[in-house]
């Protein structure tokens, strides 16, 4: 649902980056995703396919970059990917553990010209 | 949510107490009644100094068009998270311990709600602030009660945001508060990205949903400070596994404080309400200490 405004501000600092290069056109857009972000990269394609008109980015992709999650164990000092069991580390089962990776969220960069 | 794109960033639709948002100032935001915060025209990226310096540059010839390359790296909820902290430093500036309670519909937050003001009335000033899509149904039910409580209708946003919040704080600002429960959208999956600037975030699993919802909502339940499994007077008839249940928020919720309450029957609710209390003392100490 919330989707369409996260490409909405997307596209806006895109268009105003291009715009300080004097670019005329966004070619591409490149985002990064985590599996834990709480979107959903096929709603943020669709949104952006919507929304993308009436911008420098009529014609631009959009490519998603999708980050697994990743826990680390304090205590085992491993990292370890997540599984649909949870969190837990899967070598000692405990719960001194950190979420490492899988909440982001980044417009990391365009190309344009 | 804005009209000209159908986006959440702008204050469209959006109604504190049923005046449109953009109409309510608030101390959080400096801001004037012409909604001069508008996301529209306020762009946190151009003020950002990082975003000017870390510009690389790749120049590609490959193509027919000389293409060029630019890293940005801009965190899309940067200006969410501003606000939030912001929230949060004016909350405890104030001496107030804020709470975020997220479930989804149905699982209890007004009633679980309504009573915890009613048990703990007589020890500290308690306000709501309330997201829906539409209705002041969940605030007149507080008012009655006699709870202060401010209604944002979202018109058709999911979740609540931080800005949201700063202005519907400004129709509780000139009263005394100790603690402010925020009743998000009830959502279990928007939410969960947006930072209120609440001190804690509570989610509530009612016994009526079922024992695996951390496990199908795991961004939301991995969130959580502090969960709470709702009407558990209604666990035997709904065949609620409590075991299965605790040991699922222990996979995913690892690091959550669990509660076990029925708001209809008071059970569990002292623990509940001592927590709360122990919280807000223990957030004023900070700051007083300081």
């Known amino acids: 649902m919330h989707e369409a405004g996260i490409i909405y501000n997307v596209l806006k600092v ?44 009529k014609e631009a992709q959009l490519e998603i970059e999708n980050v697994t999650a990743s826990c680390w164990c304090e205590d085992c000092k491993i990292e370890y990917v997540l599984d649909e069991l949870g969190f837990l580390c899967p070598k000692c089962g405990g719960r001194n553990i950190k979420l490492q990776k899988g909440r982001e969220l980044e417009l990391v960069s365009i190309d344009y010209c | ?76 909820l940067e200006q969410n998270d501003r606000i939030a902290e912001r929230n949060r430093g004016f909350f405890l500036a104030r001496g107030i311990f804020a709470i975020n309670m997220l479930s989804s519909p149905g699982s209890g937050k007004t009633t679980l709600i309504y009573e915890t003001a009613r048990l703990l009335s007589d020890k500290i000033k308690i306000a709501v602030i309330v997201g829906d899509l539409a209705t002041e149904n969940d605030a007149e039910r507080l008012r009655k009660a ?107 919720s690892h690091h959550a404080q669990v509660f076990e309450v029925s708001a209809k029957t008071g059970e569990g609710m002292d623990k509940w309400c001592s927590y709360l209390l122990d919280c807000f003392a223990h957030n004023k100490g900070t700051f007083a200490g300081k």
């Open chain 1, 14 to 57: 895109a268009e105003e980056t291009a715009r300080k290069q004097n670019g005329q056109k966004i070619l591409k857009l490149y985002l990064r995703v985590g599996s834990m972000s709480g979107v959903i990269p096929e709603a943020l394609q669709f949104a952006f396919e919507a929304m993308r008109t009436d911008t420098l980015a």
């Open chain 2, 1 to 76: 949510m804005c009209k000209e794109c159908g986006c959440n960033s702008g204050s469209g639709g959006t109604r504190i107490n049923g005046e449109p948002v953009d109409k309510i100032n608030s101390p959080l935001l400096g801001l004037t009644a012409d909604g001069k915060a508008d996301n529209h025209k306020d762009s946190q990226a151009s003020k950002n100094p990082n975003s000017e310096h870390h510009h690389e540059h790749h120049h590609s010839h490959s193509s027919d068009e000389h293409s060029h390359s630019i890293q940005i790296n801009y965190p899309v």
């Open chain 2, 146 to 252: 006699q709870i202060p409580t401010v209604q944002v209708n979202t018109g058709t946003a999911c979740h609540l945001d931080a800005e949201m919040v700063a202005r519907a704080f400004s129709q509780i600002a000139n009263q005394q508060i100790d603690l402010l429960i925020i009743e998000n959208v009830g959502n279990l999956v928007c939410p969960a990205m947006f930072d209120l600037g609440e001190n804690k975030r509570i989610v509530l699993l009612s016994t009526t949903e079922g024992e695996d919802k951390p496990l199908k909502y795991p961004p939301i339940f991995h969130s959580a400070d502090v969960a709470v499994i709702t009407k558990i007077d209604l666990a035997q008839p709904a065949g609620f596994n409590r075991e299965l249940a605790l040991e699922n928020l222990k996979r995913i």
